[in-house]
């Protein structure tokens, strides 16, 4: 099982590292991160480097592809290589999936024209710019496209994937496993549930970051 996770400038750690703490875990799993060129990228808050191990076209026919997300999906939804290689990928996968903004670049691809998709919340509109029907599902099953709504939606989809293809009782083993029992403090995990003024903050964060990554 050949599971590809892009990284790239500006990725949001969690984003990556979720579905990979899950789905490494998988009976004969072969995961990498790959990126633009081998090597260390920074994470969008820049005070964390992952490695990718290979260049995008050197694990060309993974059967699983998970796209992150982060501001630096921003520049890769207009990049013709990162593009192409989706769509390539896609061909042959068994799942494509993505995590918060990673959404936005299948859309860009053309993946979702016409599809259920979830992305970050505070990016949905960028969803239906590219055609598809945007939906603030944390989970969105299309087929063997897969999309999750914000950076720990991450962990979900990719346990679902593990019953998917492992069977349920494997997927609640590595659940246990990597002791995936939520119980937050604050029930703030959604617009819907969070005070205004929390949701204010967030989306001046938002807004300030996708203006940096923009002039970046």
Request: charged share 20%; with cysteine.
């Amino acid at each position: 099982m050949k599971i590809a996770i892009p990284i790239f400038d500006r990725v949001t750690a969690l984003d990556a590292i979720g579905p990979y703490e899950v789905l490494s875990r998988l009976p004969g799993a072969d995961l990498k991160f790959v990126g633009l060129e081998p090597g260390p990228v920074r994470t969008d808050n820049r005070m964390l480097s992952l490695n990718a191990e290979l260049p995008l076209e050197g694990f060309a026919e993974p059967d699983i592809l998970v796209f992150p997300g982060g501001f630096g999906t921003r520049v890769l939804m207009k990049d013709e290589r990162v593009l192409d290689w989706v769509r390539h990928v896609h061909e042959r996968t068994q799942w494509t999936t993505s995590v918060c903004t990673g959404s936005l670049v299948l859309g860009a691809a053309g993946l979702l024209e016409g599809l259920e998709a979830t992305t970050h919340w505070a990016s949905l509109h960028v969803l239906e710019q590219l055609g598809a029907k945007p939906t603030s599902r944390r989970v969105v099953e299309q087929g063997k496209i897969v999309t999750a709504a914000g950076v720990s939606s991450g962990i979900d989809m990719a346990l679902r994937l593990a019953g998917y293809i492992a069977g349920d009782q494997v997927a609640q083993a590595i659940q246990l496993a990597i002791e995936y029992d939520p119980q937050p403090p604050y029930d703030s995990g959604s617009p819907e549930k969070a005070s205004p003024e929390v949701v204010a903050l967030v989306r001046g964060a938002e807004d300030a970051e996708a203006r940096a990554a923009a002039a970046a």
